[in-house]
């Protein structure tokens, strides 16, 4: 059975970094799109970046150049570097997993983690 458990939020100022982690366990780790997404209070859940099968990262714009995916296969962890933190990156972030896609395919998510809370004070 497929698990994702999320770690490595917290609190921090603006500026501040945090790295998540993302560790998953129940399948063959490496041929299998990941991504993170976030919640922020009385908003939809948004797409902040995914990593496919082949190694391509994309990012949502806002936070593009800020943010950084990356998975460690040996660990079978998938992680999210943040950089630059800004009040409104404040969300729970939660991770998910969706099967391999063909080159050039978009990714689809269909097994998520319960999230860690991510605080960015101004």
């Known amino acids: 059975q497929v698990q994702l458990v999320e770690s490595g939020g917290g609190s921090v100022q603006a500026g501040g970094s945090l790295r998540l982690s993302c560790l998953a366990s129940?399948?063959?780790?490496?041929?299998?799109?990941h991504g993170w997404f976030r919640q922020r209070p009385g908003k939809e859940p948004e797409g902040v970046a995914h990593?496919?099968?082949?190694?391509?990262?994309m990012y949502a714009n806002s936070v593009k150049g800020r943010f950084t995916i990356d998975k460690d296969h040996a660990k079978n962890t998938l992680y999210l570097q943040m950089n630059d933190l800004k009040p409104e990156d404040s969300a729970l972030y939660y991770c998910?997993?969706?099967?391999?896609?063909?080159?050039?395919?978009?990714?689809?998510?269909?097994?998520w983690g319960h999230g860690t809370q991510v605080n960015v004070s101004s």
């Open positions: 998910a997993e969706g099967p391999p896609v063909a080159l050039g395919r978009p990714c689809q998510f269909g097994t």
């Open positions: 129940g399948y063959p780790y490496t041929a299998f799109c």
């Open positions: 990593i496919d099968n082949y190694g391509s990262a």
